[in-house]
């Protein structure tokens, strides 16, 4: 067995310690922060019967006038959120469960999670690949055609414009895009956000692409802006350091000309670490950003996770952490291989 295959085995057997270390530690941290499931629910119990000015029969007030609720009541709400037991217990309940593909069942939506987690997956997917796929496109030739032209006018008023669009977050590109073209006090070009329009399914075909490319430019636009400026930064010193390199000096010494020097030899190398980008497709596809996401009203997967987080619905919270930190440890293990495949030269212990 090779040095490299000994490698990724271990690399493949790292992701169990790892995931174990994640999700330990993110279960452990959800379980004593204050203002949990449990303590909305007694707040919520104690406002009502508040409201009502009845309390049950077990209930009591304290010195200080507090709504105490029945010990009975207590241990039934604690056993519903699984907080019944010592946090050991519960992790080791709760990864039981993930090892036999059971997420839990949402506090807010009352369904499975993963079920409320696989609707999401579509829209953030969708964006996601867009977003990449257009990022790839376009900053790629950019960086090379920069390289060719450094020092030139179109490289400089290029890099102004990439870098302007690097300090603008993506969520605020988006509330200007929809103030100048979302029909406020400019230009009532493309809609305010969602998806796709109310009806689309009873659309005629082509009305229905159109309608879905018309929901999709502008935020795509704001996906797209943050990593613009880094893939065209990065492809552009790549090229130039390696024209820079001895066998490029070689290769226009024997005649070579300029274009194939650049596409055939140059470029290959200097594209290696634009490339190794490619293993986190799956991660950077499903992430989303729930800034960009909250900003359009898109259901996606990262503003699921953050409304979750916010809402304190644990199991969901969980469940998405759960296929963000997998998805994340394959996509540098992708990362590697890729690496050692574009790069013959790599060799990894």
């Known amino acids: 067995m090779s040095s490299m295959t000994q490698y990724f085995i271990r690399r493949f057997l790292l992701i169990i310690p790892t995931?174990?270390?994640?999700?330990?530690?993110s279960f452990?941290?959800?379980q004593i922060v204050p203002g949990g499931p449990l303590e909305q629910e007694i707040m919520k119990l104690k406002m009502g019967m508040a409201a009502s000015g009845e309390i049950g029969e077990g209930a009591g007030t304290s010195s200080k006038g507090d709504i105490q609720i029945p010990e009975e009541?207590?241990?039934?709400?604690?056993?519903?959120?699984?907080?019944?037991k010592p946090i050991p217990v519960r992790y080791l309940n709760w990864l039981g469960n993930i090892l036999q593909f059971d997420?839990?069942?949402?506090?807010?939506?009352?369904?499975?999670?993963?079920?409320?987690?696989?609707?999401?997956?579509?829209?953030?997917i969708y964006f996601g690949l867009i977003g990449f796929i257009l990022s790839y496109s376009i900053c790629v030739p950019l960086g090379v055609f920069k390289a060719v032209k450094h020092g030139s006018t179109f490289d400089f008023v290029t890099s102004v414009l990439v870098?302007?669009?690097?300090?603008?977050?993506?969520?605020?590109?988006?509330?200007?895009?929809?103030?100048?073209?979302?029909?406020?006090?400019?230009?009532?070009?493309?809609?305010?956000g969602g998806f796709r329009s109310e009806g689309w399914e009873y659309l005629p075909f082509w009305e229905k692409v159109w309608d879905q490319v018309y929901h999709t430019i502008l935020p795509v636009t704001s996906y797209m802006i943050g990593g613009f400026a880094t893939l065209t930064v990065i492809t552009k010193n790549g090229l130039m350091e390696q024209l820079g390199q001895d066998y490029v000096r070689t290769?226009?010494?024997?005649?070579?000309?300029?274009?194939?020097?650049?596409?055939?030899?140059?470029?290959?190398?200097?594209?290696i670490p634009v490339?190794?980008?490619?293993?986190?497709?799956?991660?950077?596809?499903?992430?989303?950003?729930?800034?960009?996401?909250?900003?359009f009203n898109i259901n996606g997967f990262g503003l699921l996770g953050f409304t979750s987080v916010v809402n304190r619905d644990y199991p969901i919270v969980l469940g998405v952490m759960v296929i963000s930190s997998l998805l994340g440890l394959l996509g540098n293990i992708i990362s590697d291989i890729l690496y050692a495949i574009i790069d013959p030269r790599i060799r990894f212990r």
Request: glycine share 12%; net charge positive; no cysteine.
């Open 103 to 124: 997420l839990g069942r949402s506090y807010r939506y009352g369904e499975p999670v993963w079920d409320v987690i696989k609707s999401r997956f579509p829209v953030s």
């Open 163 to 192: 870098f302007l669009g690097y300090s603008t977050p993506g969520w605020a590109l988006g509330a200007i895009l929809l103030v100048l073209f979302g029909g406020g006090s400019f230009w009532d070009v493309f809609p305010l």
């Open 28 to 30: 452990f941290i959800m």
């Open 73 to 84: 009541a207590l241990n039934e709400m604690k056993k519903f959120y699984g907080f019944d």
């Open 275 to 295: 490339a190794t980008g490619l293993g986190h497709f799956l991660s950077i596809i499903l992430a989303g950003s729930y800034l960009i996401e909250y900003t």
């Open 19 to 25: 995931f174990l270390g994640i999700t330990m530690i």
């Open 251 to 271: 290769a226009f010494a024997k005649g070579l000309t300029e274009k194939r020097v650049i596409f055939l030899h140059a470029l290959r190398n200097s594209l």
